[in-house]
């Protein structure tokens, strides 16, 4: 029971254009949405986030959009670039069952093309 | 400041043999997690701790121990080594749940 989907298993875009990276989520409880980056031989890195009581969060080049009607998120980028070229995970987390877990996608790759 | 560190970065295990999976911060977290991550699967949460004494199970708990005798140290224990848990397994910590700090990752080959 996959809670948190990302139905792109990978995404090219040209250097300089808007990458659009979409999630989706089936559990109501959720309240709280975060993205993470991954490259090669790393760890994730904590990106942007951005609560129920909002439907956008920007950071930089970053933006983060929230649909609690639609259940879906998603992650902008521009311009895009080549070091923005990873693996990119959405996670969720709930208060009401303790907020102490974080629950991820299966990842989109996004591959910036120079 | 080193945030995370895992320890070893990459280990080959013969099925039934067991291993620890070392797992220090230094940022006086309470929060710490193990998970893994599958060949183009999300990460998947095998246990976690709130604070030192005490551990809980996450969504993939089966044929792994965790034990947490200190707020810098989260091991992970694999008891019988089965294929099946061949991953890649990343230790995190928070200061609070959402943002997690991760490390580098330990891949481990079971053959």
């Known amino acids: 029971d996959q809670q948190v989907k990302q139905n792109s298993p990978s995404l090219s875009v040209q250097e300089g254009r808007i990458s659009i990276l979409n999630c989706d989520y089936t559990?109501?409880?959720?309240?709280?949405f975060l993205w993470y980056k991954k490259y090669p031989a790393e760890g994730p890195t904590f990106l942007i986030s951005?609560?129920?009581?909002?439907d956008k969060n920007e950071d930089g080049r970053f933006t983060v959009f929230l649909n609690k009607s639609a259940k879906h998120l998603s992650l902008h980028i521009v311009p895009s670039q080549p070091g923005d070229s990873a693996v990119y995970f959405c996670?969720?987390?709930?208060?009401?069952?303790?907020?102490?877990?974080?629950?991820f996608g299966t990842g989109t790759r996004l591959t910036i093309i120079p | 400041n080193a945030g995370v560190t895992q320890t070893p970065k990459f280990r080959i295990l013969k099925i039934g043999q067991s291993m620890t999976l070392q797992c220090t911060q230094d940022m006086n977290h309470n929060y710490m997690y193990w998970y893994r991550q599958d060949p183009g699967m999300g990460l998947k949460l095998i246990y976690y701790?709130?604070?030192?004494?005490?551990?809980d199970k996450g969504e993939v708990p089966n044929g792994y121990n965790v034990s947490r005798s200190t707020t810098e140290d989260f091991p992970l224990r694999l008891e019988l080594a089965a294929p099946s848990q061949t991953s890649v397994y990343f230790c995190?910590?928070?200061?609070?749940?959402?943002?997690?700090?991760f490390g580098p990752g330990t891949r481990l080959l079971v053959l």
């Open positions: 701790s709130v604070g030192a004494g005490i551990t």
């Open positions: 996670a969720a987390s709930g208060s009401n069952f303790g907020n102490e877990k974080l629950t």
């Open positions: 995190a910590s928070s200061p609070r749940v959402e943002t997690q700090y």
């Open positions: 559990n109501s409880m959720f309240d709280y």
């Open positions: 951005i609560s129920s009581i909002k």
